[in-house]
């Protein structure tokens, strides 16, 4: 049987993973004051063809429960896996303190690509398919008005697939036997994540789309760019 192993990986100590998450804070928070608050008129009206046409076969009678479950996913299911996966290809090689860098990791993933959500929205403008077709009443924006241009791109969606990816990256890199299943329910989960959303009459396609594609580009390059694995001593 093969012994299970979690290489070391640069960049990962405590100060080093401090620092970046703080970095990445401070811009998140530097991102958000200079959009603004939400927009109170659209600067993006406009459907198309596309989304009409998978709204058309998505969107559900009654948006709340999509929407809850959506929730559910993204910050409920997609966290615990990735959290889960990783603590456990560290423990079961018998080093607990790479549980704790791997969980830093997809915190600062997490953060990126929300601040990156935040800030695109804000400047994006775009309607919601739900206000947009006058059914916002039965969505969960239903009282928060400040909701209706927010709709590009989908922050559950990137969260759903930052997860997944981060999740992924490190895996791979620390070499765990799991990599792959764990890449396959991770992205299963936020793609179900996608379709809820669109469901829920909160996101259109194009929405989702964008979102996956940040989240799936933020989570394979945090690990990637930033925490190479050790070479062998």
Known sequence: MTPAVSHPLR??????????????????????????????????????????????????????????WSHALSLGV????????????????????????????????????????DGVKKLADR????FHHGRQALTEAAKVPLERFLSFFSGD???GFALAAVTYALASRRGYAHAGAVAVAGFTVAFGVALLRVAADMHWATDVTAGALVGTTVGLAIPWALHAREAAV
């Open 157 to 159: 969606t990137a969260w």
């Open 78 to 117: 997609a966290p615990a896996l990735a959290f889960g996966a990783l603590s456990f290809g560290a423990l079961r090689a018998r080093r607990p303190w790479h549980a704790a860098q791997n969980a830093a990791v997809v915190l600062h993933a997490f953060v990126m690509v929300t601040a990156l959500a």
């Open 127 to 130: 309607e919601r398919p739900g």
């Open 11 to 68: 960049r990962t100590s405590a100060l080093a993973l401090t620092a970046l998450l703080l970095a990445t804070v401070l811009g998140f928070v530097g991102l958000s004051v200079a959009t603004g608050e939400p927009a109170t008129a659209c600067g993006w009206c406009a459907s198309n063809a596309l989304d009409e046409f998978v709204r058309a076969q998505l969107v559900a009678h009654d948006p709340m429960r999509p929407a809850r």
